[in-house]
C-alpha cells in the first residue's frame, strides 16, 4: 500500500495563480482532511470530507475549495493564490468516525506563493 | 478558543535520559482520543500514540508512553532512553468524534536530543 500520497511535492505559483492539490488514499478511508502547517501554529484544518461527494470547511477555510468526487481522492484548490497561502499543505485520511483511529498523513506540499 | 496547549516550545535532553513534553487539552466531549504525532526534519508526520478518554490505563508503545491524567486535562508524552534519532518536532492532538472526526493540533515541541 502507498498509503496517502500528494502530488505534487513542491511548487511555485504568482499571486493571483490558481492550481489544485492531489491527494490520494488506498486505503478505502471515508474520511479525508486538509491541513496547513506554518511556523509556530502547528496544523490548522482547512477542510475535510466524511464519503465521496461530501465536504466540510475546517478551521481555515477562506481561499480554499475542495472536491471528493472519488472516495480516494480529495482535490484542494486554490483559485487565485496570495501570498499568505505560502505553507506546507497536509492531507490526511482516517477510517471512520472512531475517536481512537489515528489519522495517516501524507509527505506534504510545500507551496510558495511569490 | 485554543483546544490543545503545548506551552514547551523547544527542548533538551541528554542520549538515554528520559523526557517528558507537555500536552493540556480542553473540551466538554465525554468521549475523545489523544494523540501524539512526531514530525522530523525530513517533514512527514508520524503516528505515535493514542490515549481514549475512557481508558483507565495510561497508553504504552515501546519507549513511549503517555502520562493521562484526565481529571487535570493532561496528555503528557514520555519518551525512555532517549536517542538521537528521537530529536525531531513533537505535536499533541485531539480527536472529535461527532465533528467529522476532527483533529485538533498543538503548536508542537522541538525536541534535541544531546549525544
Known amino acids: 500500500n502507498a498509503g496517502v500520497t500528494q502530488t505534487p511535492k513542491f511548487r511555485v505559483l504568482k499571486t493571483g495563480q490558481s492550481m489544485t492539490l492531489l491527494c490520494a488514499q488506498d486505503m478505502n478511508h471515508e474520511y479525508m482532511y486538509w491541513y496547513r502547517q506554518d511556523p509556530g501554529m502547528g496544523l490548522r484544518l482547512i477542510h475535510y470530507?466524511?464519503?465521496?461527494?461530501?465536504?466540510a470547511k475546517g478551521e481555515v477555510p477562506d481561499g480554499y475549495n475542495v472536491s471528493r468526487l472519488k472516495k480516494q481522492n480529495f482535490l484542494l484548490g486554490l483559485e487565485s493564490a496570495a501570498p499568505s497561502q505560502t505553507s506546507v499543505y497536509f492531507c490526511?485520511?482516517?477510517?471512520?468516525?472512531?475517536?481512537?483511529?489515528?489519522?495517516?498523513f501524507g509527505p506534504g506540499t510545500r507551496l510558495t506563493v511569490l | 478558543a485554543q483546544k490543545i496547549t503545548q506551552t514547551q516550545p523547544g527542548m533538551f535532553v541528554q542520549e538515554k535520559e528520559a523526557v517528558t513534553l507537555d500536552c493540556t487539552y480542553d473540551?466538554?466531549?465525554?468521549?475523545?482520543?489523544l494523540f501524539w504525532y512526531k514530525q522530523p526534519s525530513s517533514g512527514e508526520m508520524i503516528f505515535l500514540i493514542y490515549?481514549?478518554?475512557?481508558?483507565?490505563q495510561n497508553a504504552t508503545e515501546g519507549r513511549y508512553s503517555l502520562n493521562f491524567q484526565k481529571a487535570r486535562k493532561s496528555a503528557n508524552l514520555v519518551i525512555s532512553a532517549s536517542q538521537l534519532g528521537d530529536s525531531a518536532m513533537y505535536f499533541c492532538a485531539m480527536s472529535r468524534p461527532n465533528t467529522g472526526n476532527q483533529f485538533y493540533f498543538g503548536t508542537g515541541t522541538s525536541l534535541t536530543v544531546i549525544p
Open positions: 490526511a485520511s482516517n477510517r471512520d468516525s472512531g475517536h481512537h483511529n489515528e489519522q495517516f
Open positions: 490515549q481514549g478518554s475512557y481508558d483507565q
Open positions: 473540551t466538554s466531549d465525554p468521549s475523545y482520543g
Open positions: 470530507s466524511v464519503g465521496e461527494g461530501t465536504t
